[in-house]
């Protein structure tokens, strides 16, 4: 198959537009439920057919750990992948490689333990600065015998084909994505099992939401016991068909591009329409040139690259608050941005313990500030820094093909809105 479009290039630089953009774009499926399915459909036995879905880095490395662990997933088209499993995971032949891939990783950290064998369940050098000490922990507070490497990947799980039962407790204040591993596998505990939250804090909570309504969807029984604990029963999953929605933080570029450029992008989907954390975007980037001057970034983290990008250009200065745990995403990002911003004009970005502050101006547009964007292997460092290019010209983006994590058509879709983009 051919590349899609730019991911081969070393660099690209991005032309500013003179008029609005229009036109219709669907972003792709959402990777956070595409993930989810996958994973719940291997353990599911029987056929279920995931349509909508997201092919990507992160989606296909979760398939290629499933398939190293004996279940079938077929690839018809573009958007589907059929997945048909016994309903156990094998023990894989070698340690299963996640890449950078957040939710494969921690996803199957806890999966594995259904294994009867030992798993090694590790990422690259990116990931192994992920931390993933507090799921371990968790693990092995359910008795099963699980150890990482001071606290980040690889993970080295000796599965018993259970989950073991009873209360399992975590903080999932560095990545709710350990909470959500967590209720996933309980479905295989011996008896009920409940999750509890140690800490207050916990990324963004919608995250969980997903996690429930695709376990729903597959015939786990979960229930809300109060704020901070669920109780899942020990039902396993049952294959089904499942659609996904398209990818909400995919769709906060769009969003952000049409107001930059005062257009209209047809994204074929309403904004009400997405159950993702990230779709709560929609409301804060509508009020572009007039962003608040103070934006809580802990409900929708991975919004934020676009929203900062947006804020450069806007009326007034914003801080981003709530925003801690984006230090352990892809890269820092509270550093990447406020770096990438200030490399297009010092002090457009400055980090504040957590927070990051742009300094907004909307004379940026239309200038001309040469700057070579660095994008540390983050596809959001790439795709947000990207629409400051729209307005602002010399804005050349490395490394772009790294938006392959999520959105391997994203150039592509900015070109099909008009954008052109030099080599
Ligand atoms: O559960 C998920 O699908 C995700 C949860 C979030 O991560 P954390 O829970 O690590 O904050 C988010 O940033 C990530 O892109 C996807
Ligand atoms: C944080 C992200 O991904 P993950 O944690 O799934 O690697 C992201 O996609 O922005």
């Known amino acids: 198959m051919a590349t899609a479009f730019g991911l081969d290039k070393q660099a690209l630089t991005i032309i500013p537009v003179s008029g609005p953009l229009e036109g219709r774009v669907t972003p792709p499926g959402s990777k956070s439920i595409t993930n989810r399915a996958l994973l719940l459909a291997a ?12 092919k990507s880095l992160d989606t296909k490395l979760m398939a290629g750990a499933l398939r190293a662990m004996g279940v079938t997933v077929e ?5 589907t992948f059929i997945v048909t499993s016994s309903g156990r995971l094998a023990p894989p032949a070698e340690p299963l490689f996640l890449g950078n891939a957040g939710t494969a990783m921690r996803f199957l950290s806890a999966a594995v333990t259904l294994v009867e064998g030992t798993v090694v369940v590790d990422g690259d050098a990116h990931m192994r600065k992920r931390p993933i000490g507090p799921l371990v922990e968790a693990l092995r507070s359910l008795g099963i015998d699980a150890s990482d490497a001071g606290g980040y990947p690889p993970v080295t799980v000796q599965g018993n084909g259970t989950f073991g039962s009873g209360r399992v407790e975590i903080d999932g204040g560095l990545s709710s994505q350990y909470v959500s591993a967590l209720l996933m596998a309980a479905a295989f505990g011996n008896g009920p099992i409940e999750v509890a939250l140690t800490g207050s804090e916990i990324g963004a909570r919608g995250y969980v939401d997903l996690t429930i309504a695709a376990m729903r969807a597959f015939g786990g029984e979960v229930e809300q016991i109060d704020a901070s604990s669920w109780r899942v029963q ?33 994204l074929g989907v309403p904004s009400d329409a997405f159950t993702q954390p990230d779709a709560k975007a929609r409301e804060v980037i509508a009020q572009f040139p007039n962003l608040p001057a103070v934006i809580d970034g802990s409900q929708m983290q991975d919004a934020i690259p676009t929203i900062a990008v947006l804020a450069a250009f806007n009326n007034a200065p914003v801080r981003f608050v709530g925003i801690a745990n984006l230090r352990v995403k892809e890269c820092d990002r509270v550093a990447a941005v406020a770096t990438e911003l200030s490399r297009i004009r010092p002090g457009l970005g400055t980090e504040e313990g957590d927070d990051l502050i742009v300094a907004s101006d909307p004379s940026l547009a239309g200038q001309t500030l040469p700057a070579r964007i660095e994008t540390y292997s983050d596809h ?34 900015l070109t099909g809105l008009g954008v052109k983009i030099a080599d």
Do not use: N
Not at 43 to 54: D, F, M, V
Not at 237 to 263: C, K, R
Not at 393 to 407: F, H, R, S
């Open 75 to 79: 690839e018809p088209d573009d958007t």
């Open 43 to 54: 353990l599911a036995k029987g056929t279920s057919r995931l349509t909508g879905a997201l």
């Open 380 to 413: 959001r460092i790439a795709m947000s820094l990207a629409l400051a290019g729209i307005k602002i010209g010399g804005i050349t983006i490395l490394d772009p093909g790294c938006v392959a994590k999520t959105y391997p058509t994203y150039w592509e879709a």
């Open 234 to 266: 020990p039902t396993g999953y049952q294959a089904t068909d499942f659609v996904i929605e398209p990818d909400a933080s995919a769709a906060t570029y769009l969003w952000a591009a049409e107001v930059l450029t005062g257009g209209h992008i047809d």
